[in-house]
């Protein structure tokens, strides 16, 4: 079992950063591969990054490529999203997810989510 919660949500201008982070909970952690994906009103939850159990693969959206990086550390459990140049688009609640050692980009084949953290930029 993993127990996952998200912070460091909130607004910004567009061109700014964030930092969103997730605190895992489990002595399994270290060997889950964990996952950020969005979600605005009305749409699908879209994939926006992965890294491996070991933290030696990664994955990202086109869309955020260049502009956001993943990473972990787990001595502490948790995973980060460092968020760069945002943009109105960007705009959206942001969750962590995890499932066994290898990453994936569909949501289904993550096991564990947490509540989300809303990032909201303004243009």
């Known amino acids: 079992q993993v127990q996952l919660v998200e912070s460091g949500g909130g607004l910004v201008q567009a061109g700014g950063s964030l930092r969103l982070s997730c605190a895992a909970s489990?002595?399994?952690?270290?060997?889950?591969?964990m996952g950020w994906f969005r979600q605005t009103p009305g749409k699908v939850r879209e994939f926006v990054a992965a890294?491996?159990?070991?933290?030696?693969?990664?994955s990202y959206a086109d869309s955020v490529k260049g502009r956001f990086t993943i990473s972990r550390d787990n001595a502490k459990n948790t995973v980060n999203l460092q968020m760069n140049s945002l943009k109105p688009d960007d705009t959206a609640t942001y969750y962590c997810?995890?499932?066994?050692?290898?990453?994936?980009?569909?949501?289904?084949?993550?096991?564990?989510w947490g509540q989300g953290t809303q990032v909201t930029v303004s243009s």
């Open positions: 489990g002595r399994t952690f270290s060997t889950q591969a």
């Open positions: 890294i491996s159990w070991s933290g030696r693969g990664t």
């Open positions: 997810a995890a499932r066994p050692y290898n990453l994936e980009y569909n949501e289904r084949a993550y096991d564990y």
